[in-house]
């Protein structure tokens, strides 16, 4: 009976549905069919549009917004995430997919998008399956931001030659501006006019449609619901205006014919030298997705004191993306605006993307012939009023203001980014978060400290009126002691030593050390036997559990010359009064 029911945590565990699914309620079926409704009415266009961004037919947009929320509504943990196409995905796929040579349009450039999305769900359920999950960590919040913001420029950037008509090419910022100066001569003014029409339309609809239906004395559930179907009444207008004017045979750019129907049976390529090309960016595409996934999974969970686990967001993603490669979709991620309309809305549990999933199904079975005659020009407009709200140029003056290192990380990230591509940008990105983080802990925090009068507490000498000792030397070391920071913590013990000949004993204060590895290890041990041979004992104090277990399996703690005491004034009151002197008071 125990093995049973042990068996069937572990399923739940990885099926989170049977979890929620098994307390489903009426209320709670109201509130996701409500949250699904508007998310849906936000989805349609922007499927649309992002399947353009990433240089594939418009359908595909639809088709990746369907089996793959039912994939993670069955496998992930938040009730709140909306799965779908997202904008820097949509633009990475481009990029990954331009680096094969292949010509947008034609069926090997869809098929290498399917490849994609089927690669990348790979690896996030093997990254789901062995919980590697903190790998995402090695990508700094500063790194991503800044990555995010050059992102969204480029999107925008990319998306002008639908504004205006124009052609337009080139991964970079610059090559794209280039290209548009170049050929603004040629602009078509009424695909101008949409284009513009359209994004101020739909700036105007964030901010001031809602409260203008509230004051006309509407619900405020009804008024948040037609606010948010303001880039449908777009996508309505433009094409009802379209079909009245001739837009096509004035020269104006339209989505043309959009495949009726449910999403066919795919399946990727499995031709390894295909493989092999879009490895690199799968792996990229994947990280960056489970990044933003999680933080808006994790931001809307704590709202509502739920919990989110890692390591089955990522088989969640992974199953998402897989069933986009099986349903002729490109790769999915979970993404910020529509999980937080969604949330916003009441979405109860993920069966909420379920339902979205049913609503975007019918709006491919029934809704795409009326599709024909939409104006390009709106849908960039859709994109580009979407991304530029990811555009966070203030994360440059708060990394400056913080940490100089930080600043140029990021700095560096967008500039990478805005001259090389996505790619690259993201690639520098990754390199520059881990170089940070050894550059950071490779020069710890070390502090001196001396006891508070009249307390058991230690401070920082060059912080606090505190007691000191002649011939004791205390210091803190405030992070774990490995291979990149062993050298530098023995040189600056020895450094510090060279200006203190009365110093008898030296004891490392260790609160802050959680693990301390081989190289590190063999670092103390110099340490100890060069400070012997200097007259010198060396201590530790208020040395870890887990830590402790580890040097007791080694030899240092039989040739250690010093002792290890449990608590810092222990080693104070013990080795303090050394030849009858007396404790001095430091920074007066």
């Known amino acids: 009976m125990a093995s049973g029911k042990a068996r069937a945590r572990s399923i ?11 307390d489903y309620r009426k209320d709670t079926l109201i509130s996701d069919l409500v949250a699904a409704l508007i998310v849906t009415i936000m989805l349609i266009p922007q499927s649309l549009a992002y399947a353009l961004l990433a240089g594939l037919p418009a ?37 990954a997919i331009g680096n094969l040579g292949l010509e947008q349009g034609t069926s090997d450039y869809a098929l290498a998008a ?27 919040h500063p790194v991503i931001a800044g990555f995010i913001t050059a992102s969204g420029l480029l999107i925008a950037a990319s998306q002008m030659k639908h504004i205006l008509g124009v052609d337009a090419h080139g991964h970079a910022l610059f090559d794209r501006l280039a290209t548009l100066i170049g050929n603004v001569g040629e602009t078509n003014l009424i695909t101008l006019a949409v284009g513009a029409a359209s994004i101020a339309f739909l700036f105007w609809v964030r901010k001031g449609l809602k409260p203008l239906l509230l004051s006309l004395g509407l619900a405020p559930r009804l008024a948040d619901i037609l ?19 001739d837009f096509q045979g004035k020269g104006v750019s339209i989505v043309g014919d959009v495949p009726q129907g449910l999403p066919p049976l795919t399946a990727p390529s499995f031709d390894l030298e295909i493989w092999g090309q879009l490895l690199g960016s799968a792996l990229l595409i994947s990280i960056i997705g489970f990044v933003e996934s999680i933080s808006v999974a994790q931001t809307l969970a704590a709202k509502k004191k739920q919990r ?15 069933a986009a490669a099986m349903s002729g979709g490109y790769p999915v991620t979970g993404g910020f605006a529509r999980s937080v309309v969604n949330f916003d809305a009441g979405a109860e549990t993920p069966a909420a993307g379920a339902f979205t999933a049913v609503g975007i199904a019918l709006a491919a079975l029934l809704l795409t012939p009326l599709l024909y005659f939409l104006p390009t020009a709106t849908l960039a407009a859709t994109i580009i009023v979407a991304v530029l709200s990811l555009v966070d140029f203030g994360i440059l003056k708060r990394t400056w203001t913080y940490s100089k290192a930080d600043f140029a990380a990021v700095a560096a990230t967008i500039l990478l980014t805005l001259t090389f591509g996505v790619e690259l940008g993201v690639s520098a990105g990754v390199v520059l978060s881990i170089v940070l983080f050894l550059y950071k802990t490779s020069r710890p925090h070390i502090a001196e400290i001396g006891l508070v009068p009249g307390t058991e507490h230690f401070r920082n000498i060059d912080r606090h009126k505190v007691l000191t000792h002649p011939q004791l030397l205390s210091l803190r070391l405030d992070e774990n002691l490995y291979f990149a920071n062993a050298r530098f913590i023995e040189d600056y013990i020895l450094d510090r030593l060279a200006h203190d000949q009365p110093i008898k004993h030296v004891v490392l204060n260790c609160p802050a050390v959680n693990a301390i590895d081989l190289s ?39 040739e250690l010359h010093g002792q290890v005491f449990l608590s810092h004034y222990g080693a104070m009151r013990a080795l303090g009064p050394v030849d009858g002197t007396k404790p001095k008071l430091a920074a007066e």
């Open 308 to 322: 989110i686990t890692p390591d089955q967001e990522l088989v969640g993603l992974g199953a998402s993306n897989i």
């Open 114 to 140: 399917i490849t994609l999305a089927f690669l990348s769900g790979a690896i996030l359920l093997v990254m789901g399956v062995f919980r590697l999950g903190f790998l995402a960590n090695f990508l700094s």
């Open 12 to 22: 739940r565990q990885f099926v989170p549905i049977l979890e929620w699914g098994s």
């Open 227 to 245: 606010a948010k179907a303001g880039p449908v009444l777009a996508v309505a207008v433009t094409t009802l205006l379209s079909v009245a004017f």
């Open 520 to 558: 590190a290890l063999e670092s103390l041990e110099e340490l100890n036997r060069r400070l012997f041979d200097m007259g010198i004992k060396l201590h530790l104090s208020e040395v870890k559990g887990p830590v402790m277990d580890r040097l007791q399996r080694t030899h240092f703690l039989d």
């Open 59 to 95: 359908e595909m947009g639809l088709y990746a917004s369907i089996l793959p929320l039912v994939a993670y509504a069955i496998f992930g943990t938040s009730r709140a995430l909306a799965v779908g196409p997202v904008a820097v995905v949509s633009l990475m796929t481009a990029a």
